[in-house]
């Protein structure tokens, strides 16, 4: 099969003021074996030299877009998934990184089952502050009808998954562009809940932790989006019905009381 002939996949990668990492976040998209991609560049009206760094690259696969407004994390990646093209779509912060092959092991995981919505993957979590570097999840992660799985314990980073396009509906927004921390949650719980889900065993993607990241700086936040979020889900029996949701309501009450 020609590059021409992949599915094209849409990497969205959402900036605010990210020029520290960029550079390794961009050049380990161009390192990839599979590269019929395209790079949707969101700049979310960012200070600093991020759009530079950007722009410094030539290749037409990346595409540069600036926001007319400074919006809530999952708007802006909605407003980026607008701009894009593939039928899959794949997300990459610019703290975070990916290994040559990640792509190339993914799609063909789609190619070989075409009732699978979404592959994700185990990753190395990196930790700036103390200079470690270790395998998030040392034993094997769950596939298939894993939503009852996630409720209990959420396992999927958002920079491992790639989605197929085809199992939303055609104006159906990629995230609910309410949440500013838990979107990811959010959209794997929904996607597992209805269909197959598949998992690469091992670390395709790098996690890096440097005591400033979006997830940390927002905790209470996160919290209440989760309680929130938890409340409307009494009413979707698509998740309601599993015990691990009630798992996951009786960990926001603790999580609150902490």
């Given at each position: ?33 599979y590269q019929n991609w395209e790079l949707i560049f969101w700049n979310n009206q960012s200070t600093d030299q991020s759009a530079e760094i950007f722009k410094s690259y030539d290749d037409k696969r990346l595409k ?195």
């Amino acid at each position: 099969m020609t590059i021409s002939e992949e599915p094209l996949v849409s990497i969205l990668m959402n900036c605010y003021n990210g020029e520290k990492f960029l550079r390794e976040a961009i050049e380990s998209v161009m390192a990839q074996t599979y590269q019929n991609w395209e790079l949707i560049f969101w700049n979310n009206q960012s200070t600093d030299q991020s759009a530079e760094i950007f722009k410094s690259y030539d290749d037409k696969r990346l595409k540069y877009f600036y926001a007319p407004k400074h919006t809530l994390l999952y708007e802006a990646k909605n407003f980026a998934a607008d701009k894009s093209s593939g039928n899959f779509i794949a997300f990459l912060d610019v703290d975070d990184y990916w290994e040559a092959n990640k792509l190339e092991k993914q799609m063909n995981i789609f190619s070989e089952d075409t009732n699978v919505a979404m592959v994700y993957s185990n990753y190395y979590f990196k930790n700036e502050i103390k200079k470690t570097n270790k395998i998030q999840y040392k034993r094997s992660l769950p596939e298939g009808n894993i939503v009852d799985i996630l409720l209990r314990k959420y396992i999927v980073a958002l920079l491992t998954m790639v989605i197929n396009r085809k199992y939303f509906a055609e104006k159906e927004k990629l995230f609910d562009p309410r949440l500013h921390n838990i979107g990811d949650f959010d959209i794997a719980i929904k996607i597992s809940a209805k269909n197959k889900v598949a998992c690469i065993q091992e670390p395709l993607a790098t996690y890096r932790w440097h005591g400033g990241n979006e997830s940390v700086s927002t905790r209470e936040r996160q919290i209440k989006e989760l309680e929130r979020w938890g409340n409307e889900m009494k009413l979707c029996q698509e998740v309601a019905r599993y015990k691990g949701f009630k798992i996951f309501l009786n960990d926001i009450n603790y999580l609150k009381a902490m």
